[in-house]
């Protein structure tokens, strides 16, 4: 049976939602018992029975929104990424896609682009409110991609690439955060005698994160070695160049670390393979941390121990950018920089104080 105070409430929140669009963002739990001056049991009751009724539609870890009926005021977004294979950015674009529809305020429609000749200056735009970009290795900041994102006539966000332009948005992870993590985890293990690898295009990133991890190393009493494969492009298999590049380290040099800071999950099969074809174990001989998240990285032969993206996160940090520029608003923020954490599996171990 409904209180007095929810009926009230949901009253009150009925003329409130005449005042914003279809698809506008409303009011969080939070703000409702603030605003309202209900408790939280009573406010969460009302939006509940709102939802029923189709007046309000609730994204998990999105918000609230008002419901678009009949497709009045949903904002249309080109979900665009590379055309090569990049398990992180297609998680991504997965989780953005469904919470976008979920909302019932946007409708989103998904396109490659060859990641070789940019491909693009040939897209129609017509009919979108804005740009969801993926694809961070091949953006860059090349004349002419500059050019398009200036000449683009829909606000674009980057959905993994902290680029400060004056034309688009950004939602990132904090590389920096991220190697700082890896690094102190490492050192908290015994470890000082370390390497990363970077089996990447160096976009600035990845350099961000191969530069903290060293500096945090080195401040902790280590050292660390940077491994870089060279010539690396656009497209190519991180896992690999890594396999190449550490078999040429270690038919090189005596091992001559027992840490490894990979920074991309999906280069880690690589590196296994590699350590195993030397008589190496993980983590026996090598400790591993990989960057990402991955769910893959729980499937390997040990489970990966890594940097991780909230990626539920990170979708509703899209959402909100998503929204703003669509609506022609100033952003409440133009650089998103989302916090990673450890997440520790059995690729790292403690080795046995000296």
């Avoid at 656009?234 to 990979?262: D, H, K, M, S």
Wanted: glycine content about 10%.
């Amino acid at each position: 049976m409904r209180s007095n105070r929810v009926e009230l409430l949901c009253g009150l929140l009925r003329e409130e939602l005449k005042d914003f669009p279809p698809g506008g963002r409303f009011y969080s739990i939070r703000e409702l018992v603030r605003k309202f001056g209900f408790c939280h049991h009573t406010a969460d009751a009302a939006v509940k029975l709102l939802i029923a009724e189709g007046i309000l539609s609730s994204v998990p870890r999105g918000g609230l929104f008002r419901s678009c009926r009949n497709g009045s005021g949903i904002r249309h977004l080109l979900l665009l990424g590379v055309d090569y294979p990049v398990e992180s950015d297609r998680i991504r674009r997965r989780i953005f896609a469904r919470l976008a529809e979920e909302s019932g305020a946007f409708r989103v429609s998904s396109r490659t682009f060859d990641y070789r000749s940019g491909g693009l200056s040939s897209l129609d735009l017509n009919g979108f409110q804005a740009v969801i970009l993926f694809g961070s290795a091949t953006c860059g900041s090349s004349a002419a991609f500059l050019h398009w994102l200036e000449q683009c006539p829909i606000p674009v966000i980057f959905g993994n690439i902290a680029l400060e332009t004056p034309w688009s948005w950004s939602v990132s992870v904090d590389s920096t955060v991220g190697s700082i993590i890896a690094a102190s985890h490492f050192l908290a293990k015994g470890h000082r005698n370390l390497a990363v690898l970077l089996p990447e295009v160096p976009v600035l990133g990845h350099l961000r994160r191969v530069n903290a991890f060293v500096e945090t190393v080195r401040q902790g009493g280590g050292e660390a070695t940077v491994l870089c494969c060279d010539g690396m492009e656009n497209g190519e298999y991180p896992a690999n160049r890594a396999w190449e590049r550490l078999r040429r380290e270690l038919a090189a040099n005596p091992l001559r670390f027992t840490g490894l800071f990979v920074l991309s999950d999906a280069a880690v099969p690589g590196v296994y393979r590699a350590l195993k074809e030397f008589g190496f174990e993980v983590p026996r001989d090598v400790s591993v941390i990989g960057f990402d998240g991955l769910p893959s990285g729980a499937t390997l032969a040990v489970p990966l121990t890594t940097v991780a993206i909230d990626f539920e996160e990170h979708a509703k940090a899209l959402l909100t950018a998503a929204w703003d520029a669509a609506e022609g608003k100033p952003p409440s923020q133009r650089n998103w920089l989302l916090s990673p954490y450890l997440l520790e599996r059995a690729s790292v171990r403690q080795l046995t104080p000296d």
